[in-house]
T-cell receptor
Framework: DGGITQSPKYLFRKEGQNVTLSCEQNLNHDAMYWYRQDPGQGLRLIYYSQIVNDFQKGDIAEGYSVSREKKESFPLTVTSAQKNPTAFYLC???????????????FGPGTRLTVL | GENVEQHPSTLSVQEGDSAVIKCTYSDSASNYFPWYKQELGKRPQLIIDIRSNVGEKKDQRIAVTLNKTAKHFSLHITETQPEDSAVYFCAASELRDSTLTFGKGTMLLVSP
């Protein structure tokens, strides 16, 4: 777990602003994931990436964007188009073996975003 | 897509009792089922997982069972302790893309 870091821990945003959440891992994992957590809702997948320079939408991608320019980094931008962005955001990473084996996902410490 | 249902949403037990949390999944292609524990304000941490070629797995006080025919799996915690109090999440994944679909969580409270 210590190999995945997220920053900042707390983030406050005014309505209409875009913000970028950082996620870095030094575990040499190919796959990285972004989840959103709301009280009583579990974890919902926003975006995921299985290889550098490629990513796919998850279940709730609207209003979010990502990039994967480096293997160790997967930043998430929360845009002004996201209508209810206040939530706890969790990044995860894992090894990836397409259609062979599903590896464990390890989570970062999270970023709590609050829209003022 | 996959849908995971988790029950109960809250569970209160006395210290030393057993606790059971149940999950069902919809996609018969799912073959990996992890369980995560999340303490308040912290990151989820894997406590045990099971794959579809195994029916049961144990790790000290924790066990997971899987019934592929019925598409359900359960977490069993024996001899509960106050430090077991947390939110527990089940999840399911298939080989196609290795993404996880999570249940909505169970808040376990163990009273001394």
């Amino acid at each position: 777990d210590g190999g995945i870091t997220q920053s900042p821990k707390y983030l406050f945003r005014k309505e209409g602003q875009n913000v970028t959440l950082s996620c870095e891992q030094n575990l040499n994992h190919d796959a990285m994931y972004w989840y959103r957590q709301d009280p009583g809702q579990g974890l919902r997948l926003i975006y995921y990436s299985q290889i550098v320079n490629d990513f796919q939408k998850g279940d709730i991608a609207e209003g979010y964007s990502v990039s994967r320019e480096k293997k160790e980094s997967f930043p998430l931008t929360v845009t002004s188009a996201q209508k209810n962005p206040t939530a706890f955001y969790l990044c995860a990473s894992s090894s990836f073996y397409r259609e062979v084996y599903t590896d464990t996902q390890y989570f970062g410490p999270g970023t709590r975003l609050t829209v003022l | 897509g996959e849908n995971v249902e988790q029950h109960p949403s809250t569970l209160s037990v006395q210290e030393g009792d057993s606790a059971v949390i149940k999950c069902t999944y919809s996609d018969s292609a799912s073959n990996y089922f992890p369980w995560y524990k999340q303490e308040l304000g912290k990151r989820p941490q894997l406590i045990i997982d099971i794959r579809s070629n195994v029916g049961e797995k144990k790790d000290q006080r924790i066990a997971v069972t899987l019934n592929k025919t019925a598409k359900h799996f359960s977490l069993h915690i024996t001899e509960t302790q106050p430090e077991d109090s947390a939110v527990y999440f089940c999840a399911a994944s298939e080989l196609r893309d290795s993404t996880l679909t999570f249940g909505k969580g169970t808040m376990l409270l163990v009273s001394p």
